[in-house]
């Protein structure tokens, strides 16, 4: 069992979502950085889509009651187990009785905290995510506060061993200024100075971002108001509403929407814009499906190489 | 897309569509959402790539519009409802009839469900009576509970989680129209006919 001690503004428990009731209306949700909570999940011996914790907005602390295998990050932030500063991506083991302290988020949005076994909650529509607008899923449909306790899945038979640390060149370089998009399906009902703005602008995320979606400033990306009968929408599909400041849908976005869809974020650097905190830069580099699709096969061979590589460690 | 303006009839090509792409229960595929103007199917891209996803897709679309009856699964629900919403009494009077008039009018035509989205299990219902018709509220509601039967331009709808809404409140149901612990956990289908029967 682990105590939490003191919560952070934003806690809650995520895994990949929901992928079969987006005809129901329910939304895919899910983590956020869905890299940093598979590789992790790597990291301490699990499947890649168990739930873990997603964790933003400030520090807190956590009690272990159990002894226990963890890793942590996503976003950059200093944590100390016991008296020991840990660094992210990392396999470490907590005895019972130990504190982790996570500082203030230094850069990033969202810190992921991976524990073997995951945590244990009820399955909801096939996924254990926390559904905040629908107060379903993961802890009890809400976010996790101060004095809850988390019970944890049955330890993995094999862990890698502590130390061991994710090799640096499998992470996404969150830093990176360029995030791949391919055309979206009313990509046509933009012209080729429409597209210029939109690849060429350096966009500034507002503060007016959450787990439903980014909106980005900067030049209006086109001033012609298009309304259009609502239409499927899907996480990384970037909106153009009549202002032409473009929204990027995020996990909790709703299934359809009325706005044209100019362009989708590639799956592989959905992780690099929904790390981008309000005031940071981003700009788009238009590329094939094919080249998309490549992408996200090659991030998903690198996070079985993050597993193997950590079960020869063990 | 199977068309680029919104009608009745493109509607029943979109559910048709949707239908003959569920039966077909194509591999790697892990979701199909009807809309008003096309189908959006969601598949595994780590299992298949776009080309041979789109070019199978197209073929069942195809062969679906080919054949003049497609046998939908036609699902009907009735729905009882209490007719004291807040804003019955402004939208009598906006439309000029006795709030008596607007429950008949509500209640005395079947809907078809054009699709789901805007919160889970929310369903977007057509045609309203031409009389009804009143565009949304100016200030949305913050807060609107489950359950309460509303309407908007040519719709009506349930909202099946208490949420913001801007449609004007004219009844309730006591139906749950959403259930996470349910599945499918949405009452409502694209596609579906829905009845409202009033109750006092």
């Known amino acids: 069992m682990i105590t939490i001690t003191r919560a952070p503004p934003y806690l809650t428990v995520q895994d990949t979502g929901r992928k079969h009731s987006l005809s129901s209306g329910v939304p895919r949700g899910g983590a956020m950085d869905g890299f940093a909570l598979q590789a992790l999940n790597a990291l301490v011996g699990n499947p890649l889509d168990t739930p873990a914790l997603e964790w933003a907005l400030g520090g807190g602390t956590l009690r272990f009651q159990v002894d226990c295998v963890l890793a942590f990050g996503g976003a950059r932030a200093r944590a100390v187990l016991g008296k020991e500063t840990v660094s992210s991506f990392t396999t470490r083991y907590a005895k019972a009785g130990d504190q982790l302290a996570v500082e203030q988020l230094t850069s990033g949005r969202f810190l992921y905290i991976a524990f073997g076994g995951g945590i244990d909650v009820p399955p909801i529509l096939a996924s254990r995510s926390t559904y905040l607008p629908g107060r379903f899923g993961g802890y009890n449909g809400r976010l996790i506060a101060h004095n809850d306790t988390l019970i944890l899945g049955a330890r993995p038979s094999s862990t890698p061993a502590e130390g061991f640390t994710c090799p640096p060149e499998l992470i996404p370089r969150y830093e990176s200024a360029a995030v791949r998009i391919t055309r979206g399906p009313h990509s046509d009902l933009f012209d080729e100075s429409t597209w210029r703005t939109l690849t060429e602008t350096e966009f500034v995320v507002s503060t007016a971002s959450d787990r439903t979606g980014y909106k980005l400033t900067g030049k209006p990306v086109s001033d012609a108001a298009h309304n259009l009968p609502s239409d499927p929408s899907c996480q990384g599909a970037i909106q153009i509403p009549g202002d032409g400041a473009p929204i990027v849908l995020m996990a909790d976005a709703p299934t359809v929407g009325g706005y044209p869809k100019m362009a989708i974020v590639a799956e592989a650097d959905l992780p690099i814009i929904a790390q981008r905190s309000p005031g940071e830069r981003v700009r788009f580099q238009l590329v094939t499906i094919e080249q998309s699709q490549r992408a996200l096969k090659h991030r998903t061979s690198d996070l079985y190489t993050i597993g193997a590589t950590g079960a020869a460690s063990a | ?200």
């Open chain 2, 1 to 200: 897309m199977l068309g680029t303006d919104r009608s009745a009839d493109l509607l029943n090509r979109v559910h048709a569509a949707a239908a003959a792409l569920a039966a077909e229960n194509l591999q790697n595929v892990q979701d199909i959402v009807p809309a008003y103007l096309g189908v959006a199917v969601f598949y595994d891209s780590l299992q298949a790539s776009f080309a041979e996803m789109s070019a199978k897709l197209l073929a069942v679309c195809e062969r679906a519009a080919g054949s003049t009856t497609i046998p939908l699964a036609l699902r009907e629900h009735e729905i009882s409802v209490v007719y004291d919403g807040p804003d019955l009494s402004y939208v009598a009077e906006s439309c000029g009839l006795s709030p008596n008039e607007v429950v008949a009018r509500h209640s005395g035509r079947s809907y078809t469900v054009d699709l789901l989205g805007f919160v889970p299990g929310f369903g977007y219902l057509s045609e309203l009576d031409p009389s009804l018709r009143l565009p949304r509220r100016a200030q949305p509601r913050p807060r609107v509970l489950a359950g309460s039967v509303a309407i908007a331009g040519a719709q009506t709808g349930i909202y099946p989680l208490d949420t913001p809404g801007g449609w004007h409140i004219i009844g309730r149901t006591a139906k749950s129209m959403f259930d996470p612990e349910r599945n499918p956990p949405a009452l409502l289908s694209a596609g579906d006919v829905v009845r409202f029967v009033p109750v006092l």
